[in-house]
């Protein structure tokens, strides 16, 4: 592939330190390049960015996109797919419908379209991981992996119950490597288990859990470390207990504070900093100052944000306990599902509204995080789509950081109450382009250790996104100028011009495989799928490549 030139452009790329300078940008054979020493070395192809602003392709670290749980919600609201935005078949794409929960083809076509080129889903059950690949495979254009639910697998537990550390460490990482997985996610540690066996929500990380005679605790503190031990790229991402109640912020802060000396993320952490009282939603209010000065004062912890936006859209978690609470307060069409031995789904449709006291503080709090936390490098933008809203909304919340006359505009029309409960009217701070660079690129690639990915130096993946300049940073970050995916131009002033399949990116952690009779035997007893069925091989997979997280480099296959 012959030498690709980006001419002049304003670069962001605050992992190298540019921020805002005037440079050229070198691809060859998909990788960013150095400048040709032999200066009479012409480019094959050249593209003028003067004027323009040049970041690394984004990288969304949490959202919602594949998966079994997906395809029910796809299923679970015709209604809104027939309503919705369709992505129109062309010469080179596929038709697709919009909505909450997109199809396959326009969750690709609308991550590049917005200038973002990597995705990952968080939270797909061992048991089904081999749906999901066939879901990426059909998912255009974007790299992606995704995260394994652990957090109420029984074998896991079993280990915990049993006091097998070792064992633990080596089951989690045969299970990565079984599932083509990058990281160990844990959901409700323990409080999935619980509901399910008839019991309610737990009310602090000591709980029991019943059967196995162990506490989120021992869940969250053994699989962070099993983690860290295993060198996976990514840290534990955490969902913590009691995810929506009002007073969860102390559940949250007492997770920290059990997660000291071990890296962890904590994900949409906006769902997680409510203080009141749960019988009484007039006492909802945000706690996120004093949780804030925690995460600020402990490095091992990092975040992202799950912001609410307003409109329809669609809640589905690993949360199953959380799916039927949103049901039985919204009154709406209810999906649960329970993936044997490993984990829960549910699935409700919501309606944020600007006129909901609650749903007012849940926006307000969300921006609260990204404004309190000191770190841009430590918290990373998402919406959990769709859980809070839909990844789309991305430029919107952009605008939102950059200017605080926008936020005050929009605090102008929600309740009172809001500015009452919140200290989100006091917050001046408004975000740099480098920030938003950081939080939406930099930042979640050095956390999911994707050393490729989210800049532009040297050895770099050519994932690049071209921005007009405007004083509307909304409409600037929602229609780039062009995108580039592997040093190939995918999206043109809005219009798909490639339709690639894009890289599964996934970790291989070193295990004992003397661990291996024990999980057979575990899987005869107990589970409906044979052992051997179980792990995905490298051959049903599309095009893939190992992270290492800096342990070396990555391996192509």
């Not at 990092?302 to 329809?312: K, L, S």
């Not at 307060?329 to 944020?352: N, Q």
């Not at 859980?387 to 102008?412: C, H, Q, W």
């Given at each position: 592939?012959?030498?690709?030139?980006?001419?002049?452009?304003?670069?962001?790329?605050?992992?190298?330190?540019?921020?805002?300078?005037?440079?050229?940008?070198?691809?060859?054979?998909?990788?960013?390049?150095?400048?040709?020493?032999?200066l009479?070395?012409?480019?094959?192809?050249?593209?003028?960015?003067?004027?323009?602003?040049?970041?690394?392709?984004?990288?969304?670290?949490?959202?919602?996109?594949?998966?079994?749980?997906?395809?029910?919600?796809?299923?679970?609201?015709?209604?809104?797919?027939?309503?919705?935005?369709?992505?129109v078949?062309?010469?080179?794409?596929?038709s697709?419908?919009?909505?909450s929960?997109?199809?396959?083809?326009?969750?690709?076509?609308?991550?590049?379209?917005?200038?973002?080129?990597?995705?990952?889903?968080?939270?797909?059950?061992?048991?089904?991981?081999?749906?999901?690949?066939?879901?990426?495979?059909?998912?255009?254009?974007i790299?992606?992996?995704?995260?394994?639910?652990?957090?109420?697998?029984?074998?896991?537990?079993?280990?915990?119950?049993?006091?097998?550390?070792?064992?633990?460490?080596?089951?989690?990482?045969?299970?990565?490597?079984?599932?083509?997985?990058?990281?160990?996610k844990?959901?409700?540690?323990?409080?999935?288990?619980?509901?399910?066996?008839?019991?309610?929500?737990?009310?602090?990380?000591?709980?029991?859990?019943?059967?196995?005679?162990?506490?989120?605790?021992?869940?969250?503190?053994?699989?962070?470390?099993?983690?860290?031990?295993?060198?996976?790229p990514?840290?534990?991402?955490?969902?913590?207990?009691?995810?929506?109640?009002?007073?969860?912020?102390?559940?949250?802060l007492?997770?920290?504070?059990?997660l000291?000396?071990?890296?962890?993320?904590?994900?949409?952490?906006?769902?997680?900093?409510?203080?009141?009282?749960?019988?009484?939603?007039?006492?909802?209010?945000?706690?996120?100052?004093?949780?804030?000065?925690y995460?600020?004062?402990?490095?091992?912890?990092?975040?992202?944000?799950?912001?609410?936006?307003?409109?329809?859209t669609?809640?589905?978690?690993?949360?199953?306990?959380?799916?039927?609470?949103?049901h039985?307060?919204?009154?709406?069409?209810?999906?649960?599902?329970?993936?044997?031995?490993?984990?829960?789904?549910?699935?409700?449709?919501?309606?944020?509204?600007?006129?909901?006291?609650?749903?007012?503080?849940?926006?307000?709090?969300?921006?609260?995080?990204?404004?309190?936390?000191?770190?841009?490098?430590r918290?990373?933008?998402?919406?959990?789509?769709?859980?809070?809203?839909?990844f789309?909304?991305?430029?919107?919340?952009?605008?939102?950081?950059?200017d605080?006359?926008?936020?005050?505009?929009?605090?102008?029309?929600?309740?009172?109450?809001?500015?009452?409960?919140?200290?989100?009217?006091?917050?001046t701070?408004?975000?740099?382009?480098?920030?938003?660079?950081?939080?939406?690129?930099?930042?979640?690639?050095?956390?999911?250790?994707?050393?490729?990915?989210?800049?532009?130096?040297?050895?770099?993946?050519?994932?690049?996104?071209?921005?007009?300049?405007?004083?509307?940073?909304?409409?600037?970050?929602?229609?780039?100028?062009?995108?580039?995916?592997h040093?190939?131009?995918?999206v043109?002033?809005?219009?798909?011009?490639?339709?690639?399949?894009g890289?599964?990116?996934?970790?291989?952690?070193?295990?004992?495989?003397?661990?291996?009779?024990?999980?057979?035997?575990?899987?005869e007893?107990?589970?409906?799928?044979?052992?051997?069925?179980?792990p995905?091989?490298?051959?049903?997979?599309?095009e893939?490549?190992v992270?290492t997280?800096?342990?070396?480099?990555?391996?192509?296959?």
């Amino acid at each position: 592939m012959s030498l690709f030139k980006i001419a002049g452009g304003i670069v962001y790329d605050p992992r190298n330190g540019v921020d805002g300078a005037v440079r050229d940008i070198w691809i060859e054979d998909g990788r960013i390049v150095a400048a040709p020493a032999d200066l009479s070395v012409r480019p094959g192809r050249t593209l003028d960015a003067t004027g323009l602003v040049v970041m690394p392709g984004g990288v969304d670290m949490h959202c919602h996109i594949a998966g079994p749980k997906v395809n029910v919600a796809r299923k679970m609201m015709p209604e809104a797919r027939r309503n919705a935005e369709k992505v129109v078949r062309t010469p080179l794409t596929r038709s697709g419908t919009m909505g909450s929960v997109p199809s396959t083809f326009a969750t690709g076509y609308k991550y590049a379209g917005m200038g973002y080129t990597t995705a990952f889903d968080a939270a797909i059950p061992p048991l089904v991981a081999r749906h999901a690949h066939e879901e990426f495979f059909d998912t255009p254009i974007i790299d992606k992996g995704f995260f394994i639910l652990v957090g109420n697998n029984h074998y896991v537990l079993k280990q915990l119950q049993e006091s097998e550390p070792e064992r633990l460490r080596n089951y989690l990482g045969w299970l990565v490597n079984a599932t083509k997985a990058l990281a160990l996610k844990v959901v409700n540690p323990g409080g999935v288990e619980i509901w399910k066996c008839g019991g309610n929500s737990i009310n602090g990380i000591d709980a029991n859990v019943d059967h196995f005679g162990v506490s989120p605790r021992q869940i969250l503190t053994s699989v962070a470390q099993a983690a860290m031990d295993l060198k996976l790229p990514h840290r534990v991402h955490v969902h913590c207990n009691n995810l929506g109640i009002p007073g969860n912020w102390q559940t949250t802060l007492e997770t920290m504070r059990a997660l000291e000396g071990r890296r962890a993320h904590l994900t949409h952490i906006q769902f997680h900093s409510y203080g009141g009282n749960a019988d009484d939603q007039t006492t909802f209010k945000s706690e996120v100052p004093a949780l804030a000065e925690y995460f600020n004062a402990h490095p091992n912890l990092t975040t992202d944000v799950g912001q609410v936006m307003f409109g329809e859209t669609t809640s589905m978690t690993g949360d199953g306990p959380l799916g039927y609470f949103l049901h039985k307060v919204y009154g709406r069409k209810w999906f649960s599902a329970d993936t044997e031995l490993e984990a829960g789904c549910g699935i409700v449709p919501i309606t944020y509204k600007d006129k909901s006291r609650v749903h007012a503080l849940q926006w307000a709090i969300g921006l609260e995080w990204y404004l309190l936390v000191e770190d841009p490098w430590r918290v990373a933008m998402s919406t959990d789509h769709p859980n809070g809203g839909s990844f789309l909304a991305y430029p919107e919340i952009i605008a939102l950081l950059m200017d605080r006359t926008r936020r005050e505009e929009v605090l102008k029309r929600l309740p009172p109450a809001v500015r009452e409960n919140c200290v989100l009217p006091d917050l001046t701070r408004e975000y740099t382009l480098n920030e938003i660079a950081i939080i939406t690129r930099a930042g979640p690639a050095r956390m999911l250790g994707l050393d490729r990915k989210g800049h532009l130096g040297v050895g770099a993946d050519a994932d690049v996104t071209i921005y007009t300049p405007s004083a509307d940073y909304q409409k600037m970050f929602e229609l780039p100028r062009c995108v580039i995916h592997h040093g190939e131009i995918v999206v043109d002033q809005g219009e798909i011009r490639l339709n690639s399949t894009g890289k599964l990116l996934h970790a291989t952690p070193t295990y004992d495989e003397a661990c291996l009779p024990d999980i057979q035997h575990w899987f005869e007893q107990w589970y409906s799928v044979q052992f051997a069925n179980y792990p995905v091989s490298d051959d049903e997979l599309h095009e893939h490549e190992v992270q290492t997280g800096g342990n070396g480099l990555p391996q192509t296959g």
